[in-house]
């Protein structure tokens, strides 16, 4: 090999090596930075891991703190119920009453020195027994009165009891003459909570309040008893005395008699009003008022009181009107003497309190649902009126508006009083208007069921066309013209007798005249007698308040067709003009009078009863007792029986009911009115229960026996008064 061969290859081997040398040398370099990488990777790693150690320090630092807080708080808590228990205990141990925890399983807990003082004989009732270990105690030791019921028996119905859910309380009397109240309450894991209430003084309170409502029950009876005694015992010496007065001032008297007589009358009458308000309040008072709803005619109870004040009306000279809304139903189903009682307190204040002017009875209303009416009652009057300062307590008890102008008037102070209760008790209410010098509305509202009867009078129609009303009162005229519209007719007003002969005389002809009896410068009769003169035939119809001189005067009865007495009731006119348009059928002979027997054994009240009656066609026969009435009730065959009820021997509810027997047995029915003396609560139900039709309390009016006897008198006999055939219907 050359030289030059050998500096090639040394020369080629170099290159290598320094190929593989820098080769190396990038290898070297990689790796380096491989390291360097890994190396920063670690650092950090270790930077982190330094951290998380110190957070967890600081963590481990916290938790260590709270664990502490938290194991002072549960200690502190700790502390806290512990003492709570100590005061809740300490708390039940000072209470009189028994207190005891039992478990599930109805072993004793725990439970208070009260409630272990019972068994303090025992010492081994304390925690651990069982309950009924306890019972079983209790009825071995004679410890409660168990009313002699065997011990498995009283044990069995303890636990039975335990087992409701919830648990009933218990009273049981210990031996000693102790009541304790068992209450028990299961709590929510079946532990039992058990209370033990001492209730002897709370008994002992309770027997002493048994025994004074017995007392206070047994002085109520007594007092009943009493007032219903003291009713019957004045009443019936009372319908003596105003009977006899009424009649004795209806005899020739000079005018002192007359006044001994009217006062007599009027202080019996006063002594009769006190003691029916006496009786109703205390009634009202005990809660014994009770309402007995039946069908009755408001527009004729209306009119009847009106009646019955007709007398003082006269005397002052005043105007009583009624105005009962036409499109209204008369009929409804109320307690009618209660209703009737309310319209007597309010009609009587308003003609008590007005001397000058008109009292106003207005009655309307409207549906309140199916079958039922809002009726709203108002009297108003022109009288004297009430300060604005009495307003509030004009219906309070015993009160009375004291004043210059009023201190002359006399009364209980309990009759608005009543009226407000009973309105009240037929779910209504009651108030008053007025201004003192210009009068006084007092009205009420209440809802009534309607109880109309088929067939009305209003169904058949009026073939007269023209009206002719003469009245000088405003309010008359309208009402009669409202009345006489509904029926179809045209209606003219005049207010004078001298205005209704020009309207005669230049107006169309008239189907009908109705004129007022008292009119001034021409009443109604001399009114009819100069149309008669002038030849008019017209049908002259006189309402009048006082018709009695008229139907005694027979030329001025000549001149009229028919005579109502003031208020006219709505279906009494209606059917009065119905009979202008037809011609009146034949009237049977009646060949007898009317048969009346009247039961009273009180001779006094028999001679009442006969002046009564004096005047009527009636042939009247007394019995002294019950047993006497029954008899002549076969004997005398009455078309009407009044009925005493405190008679000797047979009183008038056996009488009645055998009577009744007898008709049961052959057919009929003759009407029974009671008279009694007795107006207590109960006194209605027992006598209509006897198969009585209908009662009148004592002292007995004229008017009312007189209504009694016409409207029962049969068809076959005489009308029982004379000029019935020109009266209304």
């Not at 204040?349 to 079958?371: C, W, Y």
Request: glycine share 6%; net charge negative.
């Amino acid at each position: 090999m050359t030289l030059a061969e050998k500096l090639a290859q040394e020369r080629r081997a170099r290159l290598a090596a320094e190929r593989m040398l820098e080769h190396k040398q990038r290898e070297l370099f990689a790796a380096n930075e491989k390291l360097a990488l890994h190396a920063r990777a670690l650092s950090n790693q270790i930077v982190e891991q330094r951290l998380a150690v110190r957070s967890a320090l600081s963590e481990a630092e916290t938790l260590k703190g709270q664990n502490s807080r938290y194991l002072s708080d549960l200690d502190r808590a700790h502390t806290a119920a512990v003492m709570a228990e100590r005061r809740l205990w300490d708390s039940i141990e000072t209470i009189r009453d028994g207190f005891a925890v039992f478990d599930a399983q109805g072993r004793l807990v725990a439970a208070n020195r009260a409630y272990l003082l019972v068994f303090a004989d025992f010492p081994q009732v304390k925690p651990g027994i069982g309950y009924e270990e306890i019972l079983r105690l209790s009825h071995a030791a004679g410890l409660v009165d168990t009313g002699g019921r065997p011990e498995d028996d009283w044990v069995a119905t303890m636990l039975a009891r335990w087992d409701q859910h919830p648990v009933e309380p218990m009273v049981i009397r210990f031996a000693s003459g102790t009541y304790v109240k068992l209450i028990d309450r299961r709590a929510r894991d079946g532990d039992m909570v058990s209370l033990a209430l001492n209730i002897t003084e709370t008994m002992t309170r309770e027997a002493a309040l048994r025994e004074a409502q017995e007392r206070a029950e047994a002085a109520n009876r007594a007092k009943s008893a009493f007032l219903a005694n003291m009713s019957h015992e004045i009443r019936t010496p009372m319908n003596g005395v105003v009977g006899m007065a009424e009649l004795l001032c209806d005899t020739a008297l000079s005018e002192e008699q007359r006044l001994y007589a009217e006062t007599i009358k009027s202080s019996g009458e006063a002594l009769l009003v006190i003691i029916n308000d006496v009786l109703d309040y205390s009634k009202i008072e005990a809660g014994k008022l009770l309402l007995h709803p039946e069908p009755f005619d408001l527009e004729r109870c209306i009119h009847e009181i009106a009646m019955l004040m007709q007398p003082v009306v006269q005397e002052k000279g005043i105007d009583l009107l009624i105005d009962f809304d036409l499109f209204l139903p008369t009929r409804f189903l109320g307690d009618p003497g209660r209703i009737r009682q309310v319209l007597t307190n309010l009609i009587g204040n308003a003609v008590k309190f007005t001397d000058r002017g008109q009292v106003l009875i207005r009655v309307v209303g409207f549906e309140a649902g199916p079958g039922r009416h809002e009726l709203h009652v108002t009297v108003e009057d022109t009288g004297v009126g009430i300060a604005p300062e009495n307003l509030s307590h004009i219906f309070g008890e015993f009160n009375q508006v004291e004043d210059q102008s009023n201190r002359r008037f006399e009364g209980t102070g309990l009759g608005l009083a009543i009226s407000r209760r009973l309105v009240e008790r037929m779910g209504g209410t009651i108030w008053v208007e007025s201004d003192l010098g210009q009068g006084s509305c007092f009205g009420f509202e209440i809802v009534l069921p309607v109880a109309e009867e088929p067939g009305a009078p209003a169904a058949a129609p009026i073939a007269l066309r023209h009206a002719l009303v003469v009245d000088d009162q405003l309010t008359n005229r309208r009402i009669l013209e409202r009345q006489l519209e509904t029926y179809g007719l045209e209606v003219t007003l005049c207010r004078s007798g001298a205005e209704a002969l020009e309207a005669v005389a230049q107006g169309p002809a008239f189907d009908v005249v109705l004129t007022d009896h008292n009119m001034p410068d021409m009443d109604g009769p001399a009114l009819a007698r100069v149309l008669r003169a002038q030849g008019q035939t017209v049908p002259i119809l006189l309402l009048s308040s006082h018709p009695g001189p008229v139907r005694d005067d027979p030329a001025a009865r000549a001149d009229l067709t028919a005579i109502l007495q003031k208020p006219v009731l709505r279906r009494d006119l209606f059917v009065q003009l119905q009979s202008l348009t037809r011609a009146p059928p034949a009237a049977p002979q009646a060949s007898r009078a009317m048969r009346v027997l009247t039961a009273e054994d009180n001779r006094t009240n028999q001679l009442v009863f006969r002046k009564m009656t004096r005047d009527l066609d009636i042939e009247l026969a007394f019995a002294a007792d019950g047993r006497e009435a029954v008899d002549l009730f076969e004997s005398f065959r009455p078309d009407l029986i009044f009925m005493d009820i405190s008679m000797p021997g047979m009183d008038g509810r056996d009488a009645a009911r055998n009577i009744r027997a007898q008709e049961a047995a052959r057919g009929g029915h003759v009407p029974i009115v009671a008279l009694t003396a007795h107006a207590m609560e109960g006194d209605a139900e027992s006598i209509l229960a006897a198969g009585i039709d209908r009662y009148m309390t004592k002292p007995l009016r004229r008017a009312a026996i007189i209504g009694e006897i016409a409207a029962h008198c049969p068809p076959g006999a005489r009308p029982v008064q004379a000029g019935a055939d020109i009266e209304a219907a």
